[in-house]
């Protein structure tokens, strides 16, 4: 049995216990034989002594990203205790200033989280086309939109062109109140976020007024060439196989695309494929042309949402194995 106390002297408690000790208890789940106390701006573990030293590893590295941050959310607490490995302390602990992909409004700091986020950002460095796929929340399209801002703002492209299939996802588009922009703005929205989170609403709103960004519907692409710019396509999966085709050789001189997706949260009608996988697959041995996949470990958002991703591919893979058994059934 091993005791050791640590100071949160330098940080404060109330940030790192949480509303209600919900982060506290978050702690005490990741390591549920110690015994763990807390006194003031002091923590208490008992237990074996390679479960204290971990214990400590994990409280030493939030105490440091407080130390940084001044704030941690639930999320971020969950994901930095985690982290079973050293990449942990690069994926949260950010020593290199020039890890920042861009800062926004207020000196904020945007950058890749995760280690799947950051192999993103070294594809989309080494490559001209990157395909990033992955569930809702890993933060496919924010990195995406953050290496475009990057490259504006390093004048290596004069403009972001953001595009997106305007499919309807399980709703009426006519239906929406407005003028054809007006209906299909909604769609875009996210893209529109993102952009808020890394720059300056004046500044967003000229280069909006410029045509520096642009954010339009993918059928909006159609017989251009698109040279200088950064291009992202969002939300791939609901694009047909010659949507994506037409959306690839759009691009012109200097330019750069990145292409992200869910290939488990199609939208398409049911008579029509997603373009997707197969552009994936196709293109997968072209020089300049790469392939992230990112997963549920990615998920920066609620800590929910990585519980919930994974409930969802547990109860596909078990429909999955009950259409076999059917098959398999049939063919008797």
């Known amino acids: 049995m091993t005791e050791t106390i640590i100071n949160l002297e330098t940080v404060n408690p109330i940030e790192f216990f949480g509303v209600n000790n919900g982060k506290l208890d978050l702690l005490k789940k990741k390591f549920p034989l110690l015994k763990i106390l807390s006194r003031g701006t002091q923590i208490k ?4 002594p390679e479960q204290v030293e971990s214990a400590k590893e994990k409280i030493d590295l939030l105490i440091q990203y407080l130390e940084r941050n001044g704030h941690v959310s639930e999320n971020y607490f969950e994901q930095i205790l985690g982290g079973d490995d050293a990449e942990t302390v690069d994926n949260f602990i950010e020593r290199n200033p020039n890890e920042v992909l861009v800062f926004g409004p207020n000196g904020k700091s945007v950058r890749a989280r995760t280690a799947n986020q950051k192999r993103m950002v070294g594809a989309a460095e080494k490559n001209d086309i990157v395909f990033a796929v992955g569930p809702a929340g890993t933060g496919k399209t924010y990195t995406a939109v953050a290496l475009a801002v990057r490259a504006l703002k390093n004048k290596s492209v004069k403009k972001i062109i953001l595009t997106r299939p305007a499919v309807e996802a399980g709703e009426s588009l ?45 059928a909006y692409m159609r017989g251009r060439t698109l040279d200088n710019a950064f291009i992202i396509l969002d939300e791939a999966q609901n694009a047909t196989d010659l949507q994506i085709k037409m959306f690839l050789t759009r691009i012109g001189a200097n330019a750069k695309a990145i292409i992200t997706g869910d290939l488990t949260q199609v939208d398409l009608p049911k008579h029509q494929r997603s373009g997707l996988e197969k552009a994936i697959r196709i293109l997968r041995n072209i020089d300049g042309i790469t392939h992230i996949e990112l997963d549920e470990d990615d998920v920066v958002r609620h800590r929910l949402v990585k519980a919930i991703i994974r409930a969802y591919d547990k109860d596909f893979e078990r429909q999955e194995d009950q259409q076999k058994s059917r098959e398999k059934e049939k063919g008797k």
């Open 45 to 48: 573990l008992s237990g074996a």
């Open 174 to 218: 006519g239906f929406l109140p407005g003028d054809l922009k007006e209906k299909i703005d909604p769609y875009l929205r996210p893209l529109y976020d993102a952009l808020d989170d890394m720059i300056p609403a004046d500044k967003l709103g000229y280069y909006m007024s410029t045509r520096v960004i642009e954010i339009a519907p993918l």
